[in-house]
Nanobody, 124 residues
């Protein structure tokens, strides 16, 4: 499956953005989908996952109540709605068709390159 992440931008603290991850070549409904991020100089961080079965969702603690992951099967797209953005949310966001959840916490893929991602900058 090929993925294209988009929708990033620059917003002020408290603002909102919706990221899109559009797939081609395969049906994203067949995959557990993962949004993860990487800030400059930091390790990858899992943000959110949505399962391929019952649609269960998982979030890292720092985004709970602010971010929502969802699917649109007709558009073969997975979204990440981000509300009440904070400066610490600044990062390049990536999507991947692999999701590891440990004790309810989503983890980023350990290896692999997942495209260019989409940059989210939160600053006043």
């Amino acid at each position: 499956v090929q993925l294209q992440a988009s929708g990033g931008g620059s917003v002020e603290p408290g603002g909102s953005l919706t990221l899109s991850c559009t797939g081609s070549g395969s049906n994203l409904d067949d995959y557990a989908m993962n949004w993860f991020r990487q800030a400059p100089g930091k390790e990858r961080e899992g943000v959110s996952c949505i399962s391929d079965g019952d649609g269960s969702t998982y979030y890292v603690e720092s985004v709970k109540g602010r971010f929502t992951i969802s699917r649109d099967s007709a558009k073969n797209t997975v979204y990440l709605r981000m509300n009440n953005l904070k400066p610490e949310d600044t990062a390049v966001y990536y999507c991947a068709p692999i999701c590891t959840v440990i004790h309810g916490v989503p983890w980023p893929p350990a290896f692999g390159s997942w495209g260019q991602g989409t940059l989210v900058t939160v600053s006043s």
